[in-house]
């Protein structure tokens, strides 16, 4: 008798983790997209930095916007398929790696190794 219960106590668990990962990759992914789409200035300029970061930035925003539809699809049709929690996880790290790329690896290669201008000044 315990055993449906671990089960769907397992399910429900999976869909909370899943639609909270959702909101967030979805999020980050949207505001990502809108952040690349206004690089430049008001002129029209486009800095070699944001021209350099632009192609990485649009790929892995884009990535993520495509896991969120598979944590849609894990919310809604959890249970289906038994390795769910291994590409679940998979899917975990994927996000993990990509969100680091984004906040630490572009900003510290293009601005930091490369030294490309940033339009900042000073």
Not at 3 to 18: D, G, M, N, T
Request: hydrophobic share 55%; aromatic share 10%.
């Amino acid at each position: 008798m315990s055993e449906p219960i671990e089960s769907a106590s397992k399910s429900i668990r999976l869909r909370i983790v899943s639609a909270i990962t959702l909101i967030a990759t979805a999020a980050i992914s949207f505001l990502g997209l809108q952040e690349v789409a206004l690089f430049g200035f008001p002129d029209g300029h486009i800095t070699d930095y944001e021209r350099a970061a632009e192609p990485v930035l649009n790929v892995s925003f884009y990535l993520l916007a495509v896991l969120a539809l598979y944590f849609l699809s894990v919310t809604i049709f959890s249970g289906i398929r038994k390795n769910h929690p291994k590409v679940f996880a998979t899917a975990l790290a994927m996000v993990a790696l990509l969100v680091l790329v984004v906040t630490v690896g572009v900003p510290l290669y293009f601005g930091r190794y490369l030294a490309l201008d940033n339009g900042v000044g000073g």
